[in-house]
């Protein structure tokens, strides 16, 4: 059963009077308990999406068209008042940056607990309780006392444990975990990804894990959404993805993974487009090196999971 569904999206930015697409057709799901992986290179739109979700977009942008169903409502209906009660309660984010993400001006205890009675209606002892409860759960060591630690007292990766817990501190149905690990070297990396793999099994927590490291959502992603250029070009398990990549461009980003059997690492020739560029035909065409003439003439239709003339 699918928890969340978006359907149909498109979204562009307004600069100097002109409207310039950035997302196209968007068309994901996601199940209860389940973590959907959605990567792609640096500017494909793999972050917006996620962002329009929550509705948290800059002024500049615009959604034209498009569903995005949760709890048989669609988001997109609904009022800003009643998209606050959805935020941190129901659908929680996790950011890229866990230092700018917490007020260096205030505690731990204090922001955490602002979240808690934000979302949970409870103060006092209460709340505390719930505080020290899920930074237990996050294995921050000494709860209670880093309460009243303020963000410069943590590493990165203990300040990121602390966004993770806003996260579960209200027992969000939904965590969009926007490159978590980005910031941080790989040793608490592999600590952050077992964590959320704990909190998505043992509270059946979906979660959204927006990446551009293919090794990593191979460790940690049930099924996987690869993005280029504003479209979704290729959706599958994440075990069949790996083991038969189908679309040019999936198959090139897995053979830019390090192998330790051969001393060259490939790469993929070119740049992806901006958003102000313009193409008749597939948007990955210019970097192709299976393309046939109708790529650069025709975009392909998204159909059985792909994007792409190969295989219609």
Known sequence: MNILEIKNL????????????????????????????IVGESGCGKTITAMSVLRLLSQNAKITSGEIIYNNQNLLCLNEKEMQNIRGKEIALIPQDPMTSLNPLYTIGS????VIEAHQKIKGKEAEKIAIDVLNKVKIPN??????????????????????????????????????TTALDVTVQAQIMELLKEIQKE?????????????LVYEIADSTAVMYAGRVIEKANSNELFKNPKHPYTQALIKTLPDFNSTKLEAIQGQPPSIKDHFNGCAFAPR?????????????????????????
């Not at 880093?146 to 969000?172: D, T, W």
């Open 203 to 215: 509270n059946q927590t979906s979660f959204i894990f927006i990446s551009h490291d293919f090794g």
């Open 143 to 180: 709860a209670k006392e880093r309460l009243k630690a303020y963000p410069h007292e943590f590493s990165g990766g203990m300040r990121q444990r602390v966004i993770i817990a806003m996260a579960i501190a209200c027992n969000s149905k939904i965590i969009i975990a926007d490159e978590p």
């Open 288 to 312: 192709c090196n299976k393309k046939i003439e109708i790529c650069t003439n025709e975009i392909p239709v998204f159909e059985n999971n792909i994007s792409c003339w190969l295989y219609k």
């Open 10 to 37: 498109n979204l562009c930015f307004q600069s100097n009077g002109k409207d310039y697409q950035a997302l196209h057709n968007i068309n994901l799901s996601l199940k209860k308990g389940e973590m959907l992986a």
């Open 111 to 114: 922001q955490l607990l602002e």
